[in-house]
């Protein structure tokens, strides 16, 4: 007959110690619950999401990147960049050198070499001429005279005698030199016109060859110079090029000025592109794609920010149109107006599209851009970097020999519009995964010390169980069994809803910050995984470990109460204070391990406290301080200095002043940093910066948020590179610069003309406190105003600033919920010791003044060091994360903000206390006499 197998009695105390504490159980199952729904959502929603938009690189068409060109292409041009294949730039930098030199040569050359010829000429001719027709005039005239004299009847030796006082005599007269002067002006030009073409012919075709090599061989020493440089700088002669044949598709916009509400004033901008069907697709998320010319379809994300609904009328570019639908472009997941644009805007930037009629009647400049596509699809992203850059230098070659210029160049893997998005879920992801699996460990020591101290109270049933015959193991694993059943269970229904309530959360946050096209909800492995094994497995291995080292002891140990590894039998000395004051010291030396752990939770929550409300305090301060962080209320960037006809261009606005300026890049392993480099004129009144005139060329002055961010004081150097040539400067820092929340460079503007080698008069635009009305629209390329200062700010206000005050909230709660468990052991470790005093006679308040007191001196240190702190660690983040983006602005909290940081623990903490009061009040005081050993 078989045994009845009895059931190990350890089994059927779980279920009283769950009852016995269960609202330390449920305080944690909800804590864990929550933040593993959360942290599954978020993986739900970002593996979904993420998944639709890889699907629509394909269903959508996606881009390989674009390109934008300063004049449209023409069939020839768009043929040879289609191909990949680079143009032979240096010869085309030959033909147009001889083309040049031909033309300008000639007319040069024949100026020059007649000047000197003439001068030459005249000089020798002349002298040369004089004597020659001295010498034939005086035997012409002298023959003429005998002639005469004989004439009048004399013969021919009367006439020879009689002939030099003939001559005299004519000579007196004036008759020989007006004869002279006639036969001179007669003979003069004829002969110098024979002898001036003949010495002209002989010396220029001496002459010629020899100049004109000199010259041609020193334009090819500046093309070979040239060429070099480029070849330097875009490894023209790679020998790992490879041709990269592309499709090319047009994809023109114009940036117009957006009035949604029809008041008359712009609201921002929208970028208008004509309805296509050949790439960039966008998603109908609301109402239908326009058909008429009076018809637009805009971005579902910008239209929910501003209040935009379907049969809602808009004006673009002082055009009306009817909103017939909500889209989602797949290449502007984000609303980022340009490439190098720090944070998107979705708040004052839009996209739209219209019909091709509808994009005609538009006003604004159109901007020729070109996408592309790969014909072999890249492998994997090293495969992408590597076919654009051949690209990119095919397209180089190309645009030169065909006398055009590229405006930009953005290939898909730097276009933070189509990457932003997806990396920030990535992020944010990883991100959710850390501080779960921080918070899981946190609440497996609080667990461990929570056991410990279990294990410790029970030390006689366990040394009696082990001298029954239990193992450690099976003790090992009765005690393991509670943090990993309660976790098990919490990320159980933390899944469940993660996959229901918290998804939906996600999703909403992120279609509130992003435009993402329509998705569907797909099981992910990996976030039950994250989400459920490895809380399991952390609260399994710190509680193990713990729980192992306690069952080291012996039984005799267990049943001694001797579990202490020292074995000082002396209690510390103390000084001679107050009983009271030597008591709570005491509790806090009882209690270090307990401390410390609620140290690292408090540091832990005020890092986060120091985001939710830094970040806050840092917006509102750059919003406050962006009119001051401005050179002027308008700052008009021309296309040119002069019109079309060459003529400079002027406004008649007395509060106008002229500036130059350019965009360089700041290389560095990270990040190739945009720098507005300008050029400031004489004592300006926008760009006060004392001693500006007397910088030398080399010397400039930064901007504080370019000295804050690469860390440059004055003194120092920095070095600044052309983005499409390979040209570096190098400037030295005379000063820096605190009005300017760019990351900016100042020089007076002759030294700006003389280092860009720009004409005399040459510059880029005004500066300007009125609006200049008196400028064409066709010679500007844009007005850079306020708003363009604080749209980042305003962004990131409206996509995270509600969410900071949740998160706020959440900080608090978590700090409570932290204090409440490890004060919640101490009170449990000194139950005996309270009830003892309650025996004595003190009242509950002095119990509590005991306790809590201590308790409370430890919280307020470690708040207030933790705050510091925080802080400290808030701002060393914040810096690593700009870093790796374009601009800087540093994070900023205020005195109040420290405050807050403050108050939000302890506000927390007193919620606590309350709790701890009435526990307090609850022991007994037979509690000492139970457990007297």
């Known amino acids: 007959m078989k045994k009845k197998r009895i059931k190990n009695p350890l089994i059927r105390r779980i279920p009283r110690e769950l009852t016995g504490d269960w609202k330390k159980y449920l305080v944690v199952s909800l804590f864990l619950i929550l933040m593993i729904g959360f942290v599954s959502g978020m993986y739900v929603a970002n593996e979904s999401m993420m998944t639709a938009a890889d699907e629509g690189v394909g269903r ?23 191909t990949g294949d680079k143009a032979d730039v240096r010869q085309y930098y030959i033909d147009e050198a001889k083309k040049k030199l031909d033309k300008k040569f000639d007319s040069e050359f024949e100026e020059k070499f007649k000047k000197e010829f003439d001068e030459k000429f005249e000089t020798e001719f002349k002298e040369k001429f004089d004597a020659e027709f001295q010498s034939e005039f005086d035997v012409s005239f002298n023959a003429q005279i005998k002639q005469m004299l004989m004439a009048q009847g004399l013969d021919e030796t009367t006439a020879g005698v009689m002939l030099d006082t003939a001559v005299a005599q004519a000579k007196q007269s004036g008759q020989y030199n007006k004869a002279y002067d006639t036969a001179y002006e007669k003979a003069y030009p004829k002969a110098h016109d024979e002898a001036y073409e003949k010495a002209f012919d002989e010396a220029h075709d001496e002459v010629y060859e020899k100049a004109y090599d000199e010259a041609w061989n020193k334009v090819l020493d500046e093309i070979n110079e040239k060429y070099a440089d480029a070849e330097e700088k875009y490894e023209l002669n790679d020998p790992d090029f490879k041709e990269t044949p592309v499709h090319l598709y047009e994809n023109f916009y114009r940036d117009e000025e957006e009035d949604h509400d029809n008041d008359g004033t712009s609201d921002g901008t929208v970028r208008v592109f004509a309805k296509t069907d050949d790439i960039n697709f966008a998603c109908l998320m609301d109402g239908s794609f326009p058909e008429k010319e009076d018809e637009i379809a805009i971005d579902r994300m910008h239209a929910d920010n501003v209040g935009i609904k379907v049969g809602d009328e808009i004006t673009v570019g002082e055009e009306k149109y009817q909103v017939v639908g909500l889209i989602a472009y797949v290449n502007y997941s984000t609303l980022h107006e340009k490439s190098t644009d720090l944070m998107f805007d979705a708040l004052k930037f839009n996209v739209a599209m219209v019909t091709d009629e509808g994009f005609a009647k538009l006003h604004k400049t159109i901007h020729y851009d070109y996408a592309w596509k790969y014909e072999n699809e890249p492998s ?47 992020s944010d992801e990883a991100m959710g995964g850390v501080l779960l699996d921080i918070l899981i460990v946190i609440i497996a020591f609080i667990f461990a010390v929570t056991i410990s101290n279990t294990i410790t109270k029970e030390s006689s049933a366990i040394g009696t169980l082990r001298a029954s015959g239990y193992t450690k193991g099976e003790l090992v694993r009765h005690y393991l069994s509670m943090p990993v059943i309660v976790t098990l269970i919490s990320a159980l229904v933390g899944n469940v809803l993660g996959y229901t309530v918290f998804k939906d959360v996600v999703v909403s946050m992120y279609y509130n910050s992003y435009s993402l096209p329509t998705y569907e909800t797909i099981w992910n492995p990996d976030a039950f995984f994250k989400t459920t094994l490895i809380p399991v497995v952390l609260m399994f291995m710190v509680n193990l470990i713990v729980i192992i080292k306690m069952m080291q002891h012996t039984p005799l140990q267990f049943l001694r109460h001797d579990l202490k590894k020292t074995k000082r039998k002396k209690a510390m000395r103390l000084p001679h ?86 965009s360089l890049q700041k290389k560095s392993d990270v990040i190739d940093e945009e720098v507005s480099v300008y050029g400031i004129s004489d004592d300006s009144k926008y760009v006060e910066i004392k001693g500006m005139q007397s910088l030398q060329e080399d010397e400039v002055y930064i901007s504080r948020s370019f000295s804050e961010k690469y860390e440059l004081n004055v003194g120092d150097t920095v070095s600044l590179d052309e983005k499409y040539e390979n040209k570096q400067y190098t400037f030295t820092v005379a000063g820096i610069y605190d009005q300017c929340v760019n990351i900016a460079v100042f020089m007076p503007i002759e030294n700006y003309r003389m280092v860009f080698e720009l004409d005399e008069e040459a510059f880029s635009g005004y500066f300007s406190n009125e609006e200049l009305t008196d400028l064409s629209e066709d010679d500007i390329a844009t007005v850079i105003t ?85 802080a400290f660690v808030m701002n060393l983040a914040w810096k690593a994360i700009l870093f790796s983006y374009s601009g800087w602005f540093a994070f900023v909290i205020q005195p109040a903000g420290y405050v807050k940081m403050f108050a939000f623990v302890l506000i927390g903490y007193l919620f606590v206390m309350i709790l701890d009061f009435m526990r307090i009040k609850k022991i007994p005081m037979d509690q000492a006499l139970k457990n007297v050993e």
């Not at 893997?413 to 920030?424: E, G, K, L, R, S």
């Not at 209320?633 to 500036?659: H, I, P, R, W």
Request: contains cysteine; hydrophobic residues 45%.
């Open 786 to 870: 306020e708003r363009d200062i604080t749209k980042m700010c305003d962004q990131l206000d409206h996509s995270m600033g509600s969410y900071m005050d949740y998160f706020q909230i959440l900080c608090i709660l978590l700090s409570a919920v932290l204090i409440y468990l490890l004060t919640k052991l101490i009170i449990e470790k000194n139950e005996n010791a309270i009830s003892m005093t309650k025996i004595l006679g003190y009242e509950n308040k002095e119990i509590a003044s005991l306790y809590l007191l201590s308790t409370t001196i430890m919280v307020v240190i470690e708040d207030a060091v933790s705050v510091v702190l925080g």
């Open 577 to 662: 204070f107050k009983f009271f004051n030597r008591f709570r010291l005491r509790i806090m030396f009882q209690n270090v391990a307990n401390y410390l752990i609620l140290f690292v939770g408090i540091f832990f929550i005020m890092v986060m406290l120091a985001m939710a409300v830094g970040m806050p305090d840092t917006l509102s301060y750059y919003k406050e301080n962006a009119k001051n962080m401005m050179f002027a209320k308008y700052q008009y960037v021309l296309k040119s200095f002069e019109d079309e006809d060459g003529n400079v261009l002027t406004t008649d606005n007395k509060d106008a002043e002229k500036f130059s300026m350019c």
């Open 60 to 82: 959508y068409k996606l881009e390989d990147g674009h390109f934008e060109l300063k004049k449209k292409a023409d069939e020839t041009l768009l043929d040879a960049i289609k």
């Open 380 to 426: 994997d992203e090293k495969d992408e970097k590597n076919q654009s850059d051949d690209f990119m230098r095919a397209l180089l070659t190309q645009t030169v020999v065909n006398d055009n210029e590229i405006e930009d160049y953005v290939p898909k893997y730097a276009n933070p519009a189509i990457h932003f998005a997806t990396d920030d879920m990535g």
